[in-house]
């Protein structure tokens, strides 16, 4: 079983900048590809970034693309995500999730392991 626990949410204007962290169980990154999604009220739940479990290669969202970053610290068991540039349309829940497997993993299905999720709001 796999534990992950976000925090970081909060309400900013836009334009402002916010980093989640998601705190995993030991040894998350090597065997799990790991990512960040979120979902708005009355939409699916959608990808925002993730980053791979061998190469740590990073791969975002259009959406986020040149706004968000992704990273991890594995000492620390931490998995991180600067949003910067916010948008009233980034309001959303975030969840962090670990997937088995390897490569770039998009899909909400393949996720097997979901924190609780940490709620971003921003405002216009």
């Known amino acids: 079983q796999v534990q992950m626990v976000e925090s970081g949410g909060a309400l900013v204007q836009a334009g402002g900048s916010l980093k989640l962290s998601c705190a995993t169980s030991?040894?998350?990154?090597?065997?799990?590809?790991v990512g960040w999604f979120r979902q708005a009220p009355g939409k699916e739940r959608e990808f925002v970034s993730t980053i791979t479990r061998r190469t740590s290669d990073t791969y975002y969202a259009d959406s986020v693309k040149g706004r968000f970053t992704i990273s991890r610290d594995g000492p620390k068991n931490t998995l991180y995500l600067q949003m910067n540039s916010l948008k009233p349309e980034d309001t959303a829940v975030y969840y962090c999730a670990a997937a088995p497997g390897f490569g770039v993993i998009t899909t909400t299905a393949r996720y097997s392991y979901w924190g609780q999720g940490t709620q971003v709001t921003v405002s216009s």
């Open positions: 030991p040894r998350t990154f090597e065997r799990y590809t």
